[in-house]
């Protein structure tokens, strides 16, 4: 459970960082990398994958190439092909994580409970997530960002929400 704690974390971590300074629909389709990466990574591991899946996984990214490429990336200003920004790659490397848990998931997976182990992999990743809310906490406090990150908190429409 720790493992696909870890690495379902990293995808969202990663994934959240780049969104700082990367368009939101540059981000959605860069992290459909993923579904590139795993079939990729499982290859690397040995694992036996069909012929149409990779002709699947090359269609998908031609199809992402030209979605994601030629765009805005965040900076405002037109990005030349294959030009990736600072958060683009944060983004790219939440991909290959959510495919690491893909992967591990599916090696792990048949040997445990799937109550058991959703269980275990939820309360470890609110562990994680609230020791970066800890950081954030303790960061933004010493800083500007204080007053805006923590704005919502008197909005009871959020609390209801959540």
Same mark, same amino acid.
């Given at each position: 459970?720790? $493992? ?109 409970? $799937? ?20 950081? $954030? ?26």
């Amino acid at each position: 459970g720790l $493992e696909l704690a870890v690495w379902n974390f990293l995808a969202q971590g990663l994934l959240n960082v780049g969104l700082l300074s990367t368009g939101s629909a540059r981000a959605s389709f860069l992290t459909q990398t993923s579904v590139v990466l795993t079939p990729l990574l499982s290859l690397a591991c040995g694992t036996k994958v069909a012929q149409i899946v990779g002709w699947g996984c090359g269609l998908a990214l031609m199809g992402l190439t030209l979605l994601s490429t030629g765009g805005d990336s965040g900076g405002g200003s037109s990005a030349a092909l294959w030009a990736f920004s600072r958060g683009d790659w944060w983004v790219l490397g939440g991909a290959l994580s959510w495919s690491f848990y893909l992967l591990r998931l599916s090696q792990i997976g048949p040997q445990h409970s $799937e109550i058991h182990l959703q269980a275990t992999k939820t309360g470890l990743l609110a562990i994680l997530y609230s020791i970066w809310l800890l950081i $954030e906490t303790i960061t933004a406090a010493t800083t500007a960002t204080a007053t805006t990150s923590w704005s919502w908190m008197g909005n009871w429409t959020v609390w209801a929400a959540l």
